[in-house]
């Protein structure tokens, strides 16, 4: 069967900044002329898939991304359960967004957050404003405030399913995932903040948890060089390579999955 004619599901994982190797991923899927049918994203997975839904261009993303400034003063809260206000960001994204919902995008998307009180996965439904959804995905425990919908109190999607395969299993005749939270190699003296050892822990939780997802996945993208870079990376020139490095791990490992598509 043709690739180009199969309905394929794309997984997109969390990683902050490291999300922008997302962007350079689809860069690479268009090219090929590889459209997702739908899109399950976590966290940082959850605004590219978004952006991307929305008709934004994997280099229009990639501005997008660069041109916030993530640790501004302005996101600084000393009254929320978090150092950045996960509210100050909301203008950003109601600035592309509007008041859309996630049922009017033109690619249908999964968003997952984490319901703090509940302990529960939140997969949100397609009424749900987009900017709602993306801000809850994306709320970082212990570095972005818990993010508020109704009084329900969400954090981050990646605490609970930073690799959302699971949603688009028996929905989609391929799934294509890219991973863009590998293990960062460290040294003890790179432990030397609140921010860097949060994302330490989160990393090597979500590692734990998401390895055995690769298996329900036809083609899993990687790109290994993301252990040289941090969670939030705000140089607008390691951006640029982030999204380089998505676009060219996709190109790099293109042929195979393409063999074993052709040959099912």
């Known amino acids: 069967m043709n690739i180009k004619s199969k309905n394929i599901g794309l997984v997109l994982s969390g990683g902050g900044s490291k999300g922008l190797a997302h962007a350079g991923v689809l860069q690479f899927l268009e090219e090929q002329n590889i ?3 739908q899109i399950a994203g976590s966290s940082a997975g959850s605004i590219v898939a978004a952006l991307y839904s929305f008709g934004k261009t994997p280099k229009e993303i990639l501005s997008f991304f660069q041109s916030i400034y993530f640790f501004h003063w302005k996101h600084f809260t000393f009254s929320k359960a978090g150092i950045i206000d996960s509210l100050s960001f909301k203008e950003y994204f109601t600035d592309v967004f509007g008041e859309a919902t996630l049922g009017e ?5 999964h968003v997952t957050a984490t319901d703090m009180v509940k302990g529960k996965i939140k997969i949100f439904d397609k009424d749900t404003s987009v900017v709602d959804a993306i801000l809850a995905s994306s709320a970082f425990p212990g570095i972005i405030a818990p993010y508020v919908i109704d009084d329900n109190w969400y954090s981050d999607g ?3 399913n930073h690799f959302p395969t699971d949603i688009l299993q028996g929905r989609c005749d391929s ?6 939270s590998p293990i960062q190699k460290i040294e003890a003296k790179d432990l030397n903040s609140i921010k860097a050892v949060t994302s330490r822990a989160f990393d ?4 734990n ?28 020139v390691k951006m640029e390579i982030i999204y380089n490095l998505g676009y060219e791990a996709a190109k790099k490992s293109f042929s195979d999955f393409h063999s074993h598509i052709e040959n099912r």
């Open 105 to 109: 995008l033109k690619i249908p998307i």
């Open 204 to 207: 090597l939780l979500t590692a």
């Open 35 to 37: 459209k997702p049918s």
């Open 175 to 180: 799934i294509i995932g890219v991973y863009v």
């Open 158 to 160: 990646g605490i609970l």
């Open 209 to 236: 948890t998401t390895m055995q997802k690769f298996t329900l996945c036809d083609w899993v993208i990687e790109p290994e060089e993301l252990t040289k870079y941090g969670t939030f990376e705000t140089n607008k």
